[in-house]
């Protein structure tokens, strides 16, 4: 596994945490099909269905996580959104799309982005 691998796959397992702490019940994690893949699958409070993108990077130095998620990736967690939620048959179901930046150097930040597109 390659270091941005691990460091990636260290941030989903701290979103999901952050998540569950948050009274959040995670449904999925790396939910993939052929039009992409989603990190996390989840519902809250609300029984809202919540597609979260998580961005974990070890520095702020070319912009924050959440910069990272463009135009084409939104459109990759949209098109798998639809097909969970066909495949589901969840479709009168409240849906959002979050994004969870999480910063891990000495400390770990996370910040959790509700409603990011």
């Known amino acids: 596994m390659y270091y941005k691998q691990i460091i990636g796959k260290e941030g989903e397992e701290k979103a999901s945490k952050y ?3 948050k009274g959040y019940k995670i449904i999925e994690e790396n939910f993939k099909c052929r039009e992409g893949e989603v990190d ?11 597609f979260v993108e998580v961005k974990t990077r070890t520095t702020s130095k ?21 097909y969970y939620i066909l495949k589901n048959k969840l479709i009168n179901k409240a849906i959002r ?15 959790h982005i509700k409603q990011a597109f």
Do not use: M, S
Request: proline share 2%.
């Open 62 to 82: 070319y912009g924050t996580p959440a910069e990272a998620v463009n135009q084409i990736k939104k459109e990759h967690i949209q098109k798998v959104a639809r």
């Open 19 to 21: 998540l569950k702490r």
């Open 40 to 50: 996390i699958i989840a519902k809250d409070k609300n029984t809202d269905l919540v």
């Open 97 to 111: 799309f979050d994004v969870i930046e999480i910063l891990i150097g000495k400390t770990c930040l996370i910040h």
